[in-house]
């Protein structure tokens, strides 16, 4: 009976080996942030294995303290703070965190930014474009900041994560100009790997699929564009290929309720989840449920039909 027992146990051992070998502390975490107000918005957190921090944007002004609070708790060091472009639910909050940033220490800022003629021509002040630029560079400036300018194929690395610039830019399109103009990034290491599109619409996300980057594009994990609807197409999703969604998107906008209830506002979130649905994603991490913490590849969705 002991021999059975032991030729069990050693014929296990080798499953527990692989097992092991497909652990995943040995990755960099990401956050995705709820929104503080009842505005969309977009803030990412990310720290690598040695705790080295990345923030992408970090939303609006009314997520100033809720940020500086999270970065406090995890070492009041950024490394690397990436802007996708300068909307106010994007870049408020680091306009605001720059002016008081109490014991917050930055490295480097990195954006792809619109000029400022392009701005005095095509930035609509009704969505306060020209102004949210122009309060964040004189923040920054005043902070003794400067804003790398990053540029098409850089990559960027710190500590066992990989930064690929795909998309910057792209002051040709004037349509949805700014947000067209979102940086897009895909963060990666050995074993994840998630694209960060901004805001990026239909016009930006074509340029992608025309251009030299659109074989890097494949991801695990996606950022849903423009806050899960009016951001980039089908198309675009269909090359990214993602598992897992990550949604920053409020409970309004999904429930598409201008105010009168689900369904009576102008947004397509829901036709956007059907593509997903039709992608074969397998778990969504929406911002409406409060703080999301990734690290591992989730073995299967726990909430298949969500
Ligand atoms: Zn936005």
């Not at 499953?15 to 990401?30: E, I, K, N, P, R």
């Not at 074989?215 to 695990?220: A, G, P």
């Not at 290929?241 to 689900?262: E, H, S």
């Not at 969504?284 to 690290?295: E, H």
Request: charged share 20%; net charge negative.
């Amino acid at each position: 009976m002991n021999a059975f027992i032991a030729l069990i146990v050693l014929a296990a051992l080798p499953l527990m080996a692989v097992q092991a070998s497909y652990g995943c502390d040995d990755t960099f975490t990401v956050w995705q942030l709820p929104s503080q107000s009842r505005n969309q918005m977009n803030s990412y957190v990310m720290q690598t294995t040695g705790g080295k921090v990345i923030v992408i944007d970090g939303g609006n002004t009314e997520d100033a303290d809720y940020l500086k609070t999270f970065l406090r708790a995890r070492g009041n060091h950024v490394a690397m703070w990436f802007i996708s472009h300068t909307h106010y639910d994007h870049v408020n909050a680091l306009t605001a965190i720059l002016k008081d940033p109490g014991q917050l220490k930055i490295d480097h800022i990195y954006a792809s930014l619109l000029s400022d003629q392009w701005m005095s021509k095509y930035g609509l002040a009704e969505e306060q474009e020209p102004q949210t630029l122009d309060n964040f560079k004189k923040a920054a400036q005043a902070a003794h900041m400067e804003i790398t300018d990053l540029e098409l194929g850089q990559v960027l690395k710190l500590d066992g994560v990989t930064i690929g610039i795909l998309g910057v830019s792209n002051p040709e399109i004037v349509e949805n100009g700014v947000n067209n103009s979102s940086v897009v990034m895909r963060v990666w290491d050995h074993y994840k790997s998630i694209l960060f599109p901004g805001d990026l619409g239909v016009e930006g996300g074509e340029k992608i699929l025309h251009g030299q980057y659109k074989d890097q594009l494949k991801s695990d994990f996606v950022q849903m564009a423009h806050h899960g609807q009016n951001g980039v197409d089908k198309a675009f999703y269909q090359v990214v290929a993602p598992r897992y969604c990550l949604w920053p998107t409020p409970q309004w906008l999904w429930d598409n309720d201008m105010g009168g209830g689900k369904g009576t506002g102008p947004w397509v979130t829901q036709e956007v989840k059907s593509w997903m649905d039709e992608l074969g994603v397998k778990k969504n991490y929406y911002q409406f449920d409060g703080l999301q913490r990734i690290q591992c590849i989730p073995r299967q969705s726990a909430e298949p039909g969500k």
